[in-house]
């Protein structure tokens, strides 16, 4: 018997019956993986699925003989984005790109080699190297890990809504049962907590190996999982769980060893415990895949909370029950068995029922977040292990429905409970291979079709050569690439001439000689934008550029996926699962209020009244909001359509100094205001004068009265 128990516990920490982890991949790259260039880009650019760990990610550009060339790393404006500055010696030949991106979500690093050809034909032989390989100790750990908090959250479980309900009389003062079976359950919380703190602990020492690439020994005796744990998403999801592990553990020692003293404590600990170990299965959540889910990430995550939840409410509470009824019916007559039995079981069974609902309809929600396409579940490794994962659960609820025909054998042959039972934990337990594969493969990738291809321009100002790259080129956060020989120092300015805007001055910065760069999120919406690139060369002498862009929605790295009827029908069927196993403790609510007319009224008038100041408070901030930008910076009655380049600056201050008269104490306030100014008070005080400045007159056209705004505008930096 204590063989058999004991082999069982081995299976209990092979059962994480949780949805499954991967890792993020990239979303848009520049240059694309086999591009062929004609001359070297600026910088390469990557962007990810899902955010970065800047201290263990890498990103090296080499030669087809291996040489080194550059390297790079995580962007530090932008989470998402790795970025490598490229040499502008870059010669002719193949490029062999190596990332090895360190996901924040789950800790995985997925090295991939890719490749480039500048100024040749591809060679078909190169690049596609890497991959992500199966960590046996990631496999090891997440199985104990999951298992044993698993195995703790159904103990409670059991406990609460299963035992006590089943067994519990008041005349057992020390949590309402046994203390045969107090003891037992506290047993089996604490054999838990104990393998959960070693599994933590292998989740450390793995992951360390993982970013440093490094054995054991040097993880453990040179202070890596140190750098680990304060440094990274991961040790700080790791730190919380740790903590939480200890909390539980003193909730449970404190509910085992006041049995005899505090007998009154001990049903409120294990109810206090029930929330901790809930929040400590929460800690997985903010590590899966639902933390890089593309549709709804914070739902996806709530939805994986649940999903978790209701996997340790079934298969949790089942393998505490499978290890509880040998010690509880051991004292019992074979009479009283039966009866006892049937008491836990039918109670379980109402559990097990509401848990497998919500499991369903969790999973399906989730599983429809990365499933495209058919060839998604059967093409893919994750798809076949997901799969096996269901056909395994399958037989097991196949074994629970034999089983719980024990007292109707006329119906349905029945096996022995406990071997039932036991039969039930082994095929769940049996679930450790595909799960293991789902922790290790990567999720289905989504298609976002071909997106348009960086916005990039040249310009020569005199001597100068400007060279300008904006990627990606959409709303949101940008980076801007400049390559100016000669130059010793950039600044850059964005306008809006559709909302008569432009942002502070800018400075970028030098990454080689003559390579500029800075990140913006300033272009926040699709349309015409410009930048104003000022640089200084040797001479000290300062020179203007400036480029135009169409900006396109669709050029911006694929961060979302759109939501189809399929992801509303399986939350519907959530909501409908989660109210359906909530159906008790509602009715009781309802039986507890008062139906009489008069209240129903009253209830109903002021929830509706409630709704309306609600709605009308939420349409009067949004009205308001709206108007108080409107007032603070209206779209303009006539935009600037001149380019502020260098020929619109020579072409302005030409026509200022042949028609305008400005001078004196004016003109320095015009020019401290010039940061609050808009074009179009510009171009009017050049119609109509301004104080003591007379209007600027002559034949001007309306074109060249737009150069001298330009010229205007200018001063401020001291031209």
């Known amino acids: 018997m204590r063989l058999r128990h004991a082999l069982l516990c081995a299976l209990v920490l092979l059962l994480p019956a949780l949805p499954a982890h991967a890792h993020g991949f990239i979303v848009r790259a520049l240059p694309e993986d086999r591009a062929e260039l004609e001359r070297a880009p600026a910088r390469l650019r990557y962007w990810f699925s899902e955010s970065l760990e800047p201290a263990f990610s890498t990103l090296t550009l080499r030669r087809q003989d291996g040489s080194v060339v550059a390297e790079g790393g995580v962007d530090p404006d932008n989470p998402l984005q790795m970025n490598l500055s490229v040499p502008a010696d870059l010669q002719d030949g193949v490029y062999l ?44 750990w997440r199985a104990l890990l999951y298992g044993s908090c698993l195995l703790l959250l159904g103990t409670h479980m059991l406990y609460g809504a299963v035992l006590l309900p089943a067994w519990g009389s008041r005349a057992q003062r020390a949590g309402g049962l046994p203390a045969r079976v107090m003891s037992r359950l506290g047993n089996i919380a604490l054999a838990a907590l104990a393998v959960a703190f070693v599994a933590n602990l292998l989740a450390m020492l793995q992951q360390s190996m993982v970013f440093f690439a490094s054995d054991a020994g040097s993880v453990l005796f040179e202070g890596l999982w140190q750098v680990v744990r304060i440094g990274s998403r991961f040790g700080d999801v790791w730190t919380a769980r740790f903590l939480l592990l200890l909390l539980c553990t003193a909730l449970v020692v404190l509910a085992v060893r006041w049995r005899r003293h505090h007998p009154e404590q001990v049903r409120p600990l294990w109810a206090a415990n029930l929330w901790v170990v809930a929040l400590l299965l929460g800690t997985f959540s903010i590590n899966s895949h639902a933390a890089g889910s593309l549709r709804h990430p914070w739902l996806a995550l709530l939805v994986d909370w649940l999903h978790t939840l209701a996997a340790a409410a079934w298969s949790g509470a089942l393998v505490a029950l499978a290890l509880l009824l040998p010690v509880a019916l051991r004292p019992l007559a074979a009479s009283q068995r039966g009866a006892a039995t049937q008491a836990v079981l039918r109670h379980f069974t109402w ?60 119906r349905w042959p029945a096996l022995p409970v406990l071997a039932g039972l036991r039969l039930e934990a082994t095929l769940l337990s049996l679930t450790l291979v ?177 709704g309306l100041i609600v709605g009308l408070g939420v349409a009067l901030v949004a009205r308001n909001d709206a108007a108080w930008r409107e007032t603070l910076w209206p779209l303009p009655t006539i935009v600037n359509p001149e380019l502020a380049d260098a020929a619109s600056l020579a072409r302005g201050r030409s026509l200022y100094d042949e028609h305008c008269v400005w001078e004196g104490a004016a003109l320095e306030e015009i020019v401290t205001r010039l940061p609050r100014l808009r074009d179009e008070q510009l171009f009017a005080m050049t119609q109509e004068g301004w104080r003591a400045l007379p209007p600027c007159t002559g034949d001007i056209s309306e074109s060249g009265r737009w150069h001298l705004v330009n010229h205007i505008r200018s001063l401020q930096r001291g031209r």
């Open 97 to 140: 790109v190596d990332l090895r991106p360190a996901f924040a979500s789950d800790g995985h690093v997925v090295p991939e080699t890719r490749v480039f050809f500048l100024g040749q034909a591809a060679d078909a032989a190169v690049g596609g190297g890497g991959g992500y390989a199966i960590e046996p100790l990631e496999a090891l």
């Open 351 to 410: 559990l097990a029922l509401r848990a497998l609902a919500v499991l369903t309809a969790s999973g399906l929600f989730s599983a429809l977040n990365w499933l495209q396409r058919p060839s998604d579940l059967t093409g893919t490794d994750w798809g076949l292990a997901l799969l096996a994962k269901l056909a395994l659960v399958t037989l097991s609820l196949l074994a629970a429905a034999g089983q719980r025909k024990e007292f109707r054998p006329s």
């Open 434 to 610: 595909p799960l293991a594969l789902l922790a290790a493969a990567a999720v289905p990738q989504p298609e976002f079709g071909p997106a348009p291809a960086a916005p990039s321009a040249t310009q020569r100002v005199a001597e100068n050569r400007v060279d300008i790259s904006l990627a990606p080129g959409g709303p949101g956060i940008n980076s801007l690439d400049l390559r100016i020989p000669g130059a010793t120092q950039v600044q850059v300015q964005v306008v809006a001439p559709h909302r008569d805007w432009r942002s502070a001055w800018l400075e970028a910065v030098a990454l080689d000689e003559g390579l500029y760069t800075l990140s913006t999120d300033f272009i926040d919406d699709e349309g015409h934008w410009q930048t104003l690139v000022d640089f200084q060369v040797g001479t000290g002498a300062t020179k203007r550029a400036a480029f135009a862009w169409e900006i396109e929605r669709e050029a911006a790295p694929g961060a979302s996926l759109p939501t189809g009827i399929q992801h509303g029908l399986a939350t519907l069927l959530l909501a409908l699962a989660i109210l359906w196993s909530m159906h008790s403790p509602l009715r009781c609510a309802l039986r507890w209020l008062n139906w009489q007319p008069t209240t129903l009224a009253t209830a109903i008038g002021a929830t509706l009244a409630f």
